[in-house]
Structures are given as structure tokens and as C-alpha cells.
């Protein structure tokens, strides 16, 4: 008998006691509430304070428009290719076109920014600046086998000079001579240079770099270079005629 009331009692003890697990698991739960709250409410706030890719896109044209380029250049915004990133920039410029009919007989150039947030693979960064320079040579120079490095040289020396920061740049510098005949005989022999070169700038302000390739058309084209260190192939030369 005693037995039987022991654990009748036991059982009891037993009952009594889940309601209390269950009770302080409930107050676990409870005090936990208002953290994952505030946190929530901290992410918000945070993903709120980040500027839009929009805003971020505006920032980057902005530091285009404030650059400073040479007056031997004449640059206008033109229609941004398509497909390539979400946002897109692009200008045109030619080397003296007011006093030069042809203004392709002394250079030309094009400059791309591509701005996508989602950084590709091999832009190592969410901007990538693309330029086009192209001018005619002397033949006697266009026959010098480094002048494809001497090219890409003015490109380098151009961005430091202006103090732009980039990485994983690349590119191709081409040199193309010619021989006119038939009726073209009268054009004679020439040489044009060309690059074409990409850049990662690692931040968002573009300024130093458009003015770094406004410089690279001026170099290309024969004009001297502002600041000084920086060697070109030849003097000032007219175009052909």
C-alpha cells in the first residue's frame, strides 16, 4: 500500500512538472522576439541608407560631366551601346575638328562607361571604362615596330599623369598601313594607329580618367603632352593631303 502511494505521488510530481518546462520554453521564446525584431528592423534601415544603382549610375556620369579637357578637343555625349550592362555612358571626341575639315585626318576617339552592380566576372568591380583612339602616323613611323608599344605606353602614362587608379586593364594596339592605287593613287602611302583598351577604375569617381584619355587623343594626334615626363613619338604634324 505505502507503495502504490509512493507512486501515485511520484506520478503527480511528474504532471506538475511539464506544464513548468512548457511555461519557461515559452518565455524562451518570448525574449528572443524582440531581438529578431530589432534586427529586422536594423537591416531595413541599412538596405534603406544604400543609394540606388540609379544613384550610383548618376554619381558616376556626374564625375564624366566635371572633367577638364584640353581645348584641342571637342567631346560630345553620344548613344551608349546596349546589352553590355545595365547602365551605360558614352562620349565621342575629335582632335580640333573647328580648324580642320576632316577632323578624322588628325584623331578621333570614343569612351564607354559601363556600370553593373552585380560586378561580372572580370571586371573586378562593378564599373568598367572602355576607350577607341585612332589617328593617322607618319609612314616612316608607322613602320617603326614599337610603335604598338609606344601606343599603349601613352595610354599608361596619360592615367597616371592624371592620377587615375584602375586595375585589370587591357587591350590591343594596332598599327594598319596603306598604299593607295588606281584612283587612290594620289593618296600615297600613310599609317593610322589605333587602340583599343578596358580599365577597372577602383572608385567611382571618373573625373581623372576622361581626362586621362581626352589626353591620350591629344598625344595620339601629335599634340605635346600638358604635363611634363611624358615622351611622344613626333612634334605636331598637319595632316595629309
Known amino acids: 500500500m505505502t507503495s502504490a502511494v509512493a507512486r ?5 510530481r511528474l504532471v506538475t512538472r ?10 524562451r521564446v518570448s525574449r528572443t522576439e524582440p531581438s529578431n525584431s530589432a534586427y529586422s528592423a536594423h537591416v531595413s534601415h541599412a538596405t534603406a541608407d544604400e543609394p540606388t544603382p540609379q ?4 554619381a558616376i556620369v556626374a564625375s564624366v560631366e566635371r572633367a577638364e579637357l584640353r581645348e584641342e578637343l571637342q567631346v560630345t555625349p553620344i548613344p551608349a551601346p546596349s546589352g553590355i550592362a545595365p547602365y551605360s555612358y558614352a562620349l565621342a571626341a575629335d582632335v580640333n ?16 562607361v559601363l556600370f553593373d552592380p552585380s560586378a561580372p566576372e572580370g571586371w573586378g568591380g562593378t ?9 593617322p602616323l607618319e609612314t616612316e613611323i608607322g613602320l617603326d615596330p614599337f610603335v604598338a608599344d609606344v601606343a599603349w605606353s601613352w595610354l599608361v602614362d596619360a592615367l597616371a599623369a592624371r592620377g587615375a587608379h584602375y586595375t585589370a586593364a587591357s587591350g590591343t594596339a594596332t598599327k594598319v598601313l596603306s598604299t593607295g592605287y588606281g584612283e587612290l593613287a594620289s593618296q600615297g602611302s600613310g599609317a593610322q594607329i589605333e587602340l583599343r583598351a578596358s580599365w577597372t577604375p577602383l572608385d567611382g569617381d571618373l573625373t581623372a580618367h576622361v581626362e586621362g584619355w581626352g589626353e591620350l587623343l591629344c598625344m595620339v594626334a601629335g599634340y605635346p603632352p600638358t604635363p611634363d615626363g611624358v615622351a611622344v613619338l613626333q612634334p605636331r604634324r598637319e595632316p595629309r593631303g
Open 8 to 12: 501515485a505521488a511520484h506520478r503527480r
Open 18 to 27: 511539464r506544464p513548468e518546462r512548457g511555461a519557461r520554453a515559452e518565455r
Open 55 to 58: 544613384a550610383v549610375f548618376d
Open 97 to 112: 575638328p573647328a580648324r580642320h575639315a576632316d577632323d578624322s585626318d588628325l584623331g578621333t576617339g570614343r569612351l564607354i
Open 127 to 135: 564599373v568598367r571604362v572602355i576607350c577607341y583612339a585612332q589617328a
